[in-house]
């Protein structure tokens, strides 16, 4: 039977980081399935469900990890993983929205509890604050899975709760 484990990467960011983690991996006959990596303020995060190969243990993988020098003074997790049985239907984008305005606390949760309301499912999200020119400005970018709904009363929600946030909203259907 096929181990799945989800391993995790938190170190800070250098060329050539992405493909020595990926390389190890493939080198031990990891499969990977869903993966993201991200830079976060100057660190990396890499999340993979991996498929591990018979025969690997999970503390030997992190300890294989942690060999690499790009990885020098990060932190490595290897967990079992079992997913669940509604993920694939949750999973499929049906929107991205981008808001963007001033940067100032709670418009990620605001904006969250918008979605759950409206029954969208989170699949993705990104968010970073860079300088502008009058004042830091925020770019929250999240990809959604909407259920077929007539006159799209998610779609009104989100655009109200951008509004009520000042924020500017961009919408494209996948």
């Known amino acids: 039977m096929i181990e799945r484990a989800v391993v995790s990467v938190f170190c800070v960011s250098r060329p050539g980081l992405l493909e020595a983690v990926t390389g190890r991996l493939f080198g031990l006959g990891c499969n990977l399935a869903d993966t993201t990596f991200a830079m976060l303020s100057g660190s990396a995060g890499l999340t993979a469900v991996c498929e591990l190969p018979d025969g690997l243990a999970r503390d030997t993988l992190v300890i294989e990890l942690q060999r690499l020098p790009e990885l020098a003074g990060g932190k490595v997790t290897v967990t079992g993983f079992q997913s669940g049985a509604r993920d694939a239907a949750h999973q499929r984008i049906t929107h991205r929205f981008e808001f963007s305005g001033r940067d100032r606390p709670g418009p990620i949760h605001k904006l969250a509890e918008a979605f759950a309301r409206c029954g969208a499912t ?32 998610c779609l009104a929600a989100m655009t109200e709760a951008a509004r009520a946030l000042d924020l500017d909203c961009r919408l494209e259907t996948a």
């Open 122 to 153: 989170v699949v993705r999200l990104n968010a970073r604050a860079a300088p502008g020119d009058d004042a830091v400005r925020h770019t929250i970018r999240f990809a959604v899975s909407i259920a077929d709904q007539p006159g799209d009363p």
